[in-house]
């Protein structure tokens, strides 16, 4: 068995996530503890109120919302509703959480059986369970003596036994109407936001045009764009929007444009150290001053960087990123240094683009209510001759990272002989 735990501030995200579930189709609710009626008995806004008023009594504390999933084997299908409520009730009695209301709800849309429970850390006297290292104090221990008690395939046996490994969904390209616009998207973003290092609408957009999806601020005189609002789209194999777009705020994890801003300067930090692989890259596919832009974008793929090109409908590039897959960090091509932006790039290849002529793989994005300093307009162009390393993130994350102080050997050349020289001149 393998238990996640998840503290919050809002109990109605926790909350809504299960239930819309519930809706859907894909789960259902299977116990209500230290309830006044069984779940089937109550209404939604009853089985909220309960959690709601409980938190009440200590209205200062933040962090009061606690949501947990018990995953087990997929070996042990058989379990049915009432023996996992004994498992997590004896769980749940070893946590601390015995005496707190909390909802259970068994979920069917994964290939192994898992349960998600919703409660709060507000006791009913107006106190409050520490959730300090709460899964490293209480919550293993509390594990392996359920595991032990109901029989339950060990966690740490998993490594040792391949049949028993939760496999993660594969991350790859959406396809409308393959699976549930809002579930493929959700894989993606769950998959990128984490895990790779943007600082900007564009630069995020480069990374998510590889999986058909976009995220899209709207015109400059839409009401989303003067609201500050976020929507998720999903591209056709050309770069067009298609289907329904989908607002931030639905989504469980919130990706929306306050939640990215947030994240913009912290990754800056991050990805500093980085930005010498990049360079590096770049300069060594450049070496010689014979390779032309398609000579780059090819080396660079070798390297597991993605250049992601911004053409106008005339074909004149006046953008360029690079999504470097090995260290999971974005670069817009000025965030590397002036001799690394699209103007320059095209001055130092052999053979530019003539206007009306596009990179071979590449097609020009169309307008679909970006704006440039509003983060991403118009036309970021996906190459679909550049795969990404190993097929998806999950392997990509496998990768070895480079070191930042990495140099060419051939740039190094002038450095070492100069260095030789000095040494024999003050053997002389």
Known sequence: ??????????????????????????????????Y????????????????LRQMELRPHVQVNSVHISLNFSPSENHLDNEKLMEITNAYMEKLGFGKQPFLVYRHHDAGHPHCHVVTTNITSDG???????????????????????FGLVAAEGRQDSPQYELQPIAMGKVKYGRIQSKKAITTVLDGVLPNYRFTSLPELNAVLRQYNVLADRGSENSRIFKANGLVYRILDD????????????DFYSRPT??????????????????KGRAKNAIDMALLGGKATLRDLVRALEKQGIHVALRQNDTGIIYGITYVDHTTKCIFNGSALGKQYSAKAIQERCQHALK?????AGNAAQKQTGLQPQAGATAAETKDKTIPLVGGN??????????????????????KKRRKKGKSNNNNQ
């Open 36 to 51: 006044p009626f069984d779940p089937d008995k109550m209404t939604v806004p009853m089985r909220l109120n309960r959690l």
């Open 238 to 249: 050309q770069g067009n929007p298609v289907g329904v777009p989908i607002k931030a705020s």
């Open 355 to 359: 206007p009306g002529q596009h990179l």
């Open 127 to 149: 106190g409050r369970i520490d959730l300090h290292h709460l899964a490293a104090k209480k919550s293993e221990q509390a594990r392996k003596e359920t595991e032990k008690s």
């Open 393 to 414: 993130v999950l392997e990509a994350l496998l990768q070895p990272e480079f070191t930042s102080d990495y140099l060419p050997h051939q740039l190094r050349g002038n």
């Open 257 to 274: 444009l306050k939640y990215l801003e947030s994240k913009y300067g912290n990754n800056e930090v991050k990805r500093m150290p980085y």
């Open 1 to 34: 068995m393998v238990a996640v735990i998840k503290a919050g501030k809002s109990i109605h995200r926790v909350f809504n996530y299960n239930e819309n579930k519930v809706k859907e189709g894909v789960a259902e609710i299977i116990g209500a503890k230290n």
